[in-house]
């Protein structure tokens, strides 16, 4: 994860690689076995053009080829593979393996966020809020943040956050960007405190109470439900 350290611009980027959406593992002994691997993915079976396209990128059994996994990951994705569409939406937002395209990294990324890729929605959000690769609209992002956010994806808590102290999206709220800062930097992400500081500067001593309570009840919920 990239990380900005900057004022009211410290916020975190673009998951790549993501632990948060859980992919498929691949069987132990998948890359020595590439003769069924192949068969099944040229048939057509979408989880294991996935698990090509893995082995591919890995360079399991050969040098890595991330041209050649790109394709698998694409026709896997096309199919409906979740984690393949989620792949595929970081390979077109870097620029790997195929040319870059910020509108198509946004498709995909729409596509496994909508079979429950919170990572997906996080990344879209960000996209949605910057205007990369689809038209800004801080609302779209605030949503996509709120749910990623709830599900415990720390980057979402700190970028929602500031939408809350800028009023983006959202009606501007001290408290409740004091509350997801609280409970982003609980969950170890090194919030600077100067903004914390910044923040409570504009609060009254109840209100920050509040705020911090609000963050250790919802941190509670939220681990919870995850």
Do not use: H
Request: proline content about 4%; hydrophobic content about 45%; charged content about 20%.
């Amino acid at each position: 994860m990239k990380k900005y350290i900057s004022s009211l611009v410290f916020a975190l980027g673009i998951l790549i690689g993501s632990s948060a959406f859980s992919e498929m593992p691949p069987p132990p002994n998948y890359s020595q076995s590439p003769g069924w691997l192949e068969r099944a993915a040229i048939s057509g079976d979408a989880a294991s053009q996935y698990l090509l396209a893995q082995k591919l990128e890995a360079g399991l059994g050969g040098d890595p080829d991330i041209v050649a996994a790109a394709k698998w990951y694409a026709k896997a994705a096309v199919q409906g593979n979740a984690a393949a569409q989620f792949r595929l939406g970081e390979l077109y937002y870097a620029g790997k393996g195929l040319s870059k395209d910020l509108a198509q990294a946004a498709k995909w990324f729409e596509r496994a966020k909508d079979k429950g890729s919170v990572a997906a929605a996080y990344n879209l959000g960000l996209m949605y809020e910057r205007g990369l690769g689809v038209e800004k609209n801080f609302a779209k992002a605030s949503a996509l943040y709120q749910w990623a956010a709830n599900a415990g994806i720390a980057p979402a808590q700190v970028n929602l956050a500031f939408l809350y102290m800028q009023g983006k999206g959202v009606l501007k709220d001290n408290g409740r960007a004091l509350m997801w800062l609280e409970i982003a930097r609980r969950s170890g992400i090194a919030v600077p405190t100067a903004i914390l500081d910044s923040l409570k500067a504009k609060m009254s001593p109840g209100e920050v109470e509040s705020a911090i309570q609000m963050a250790l009840n919802r941190k509670t919920q939220i681990k919870k439900s995850n």
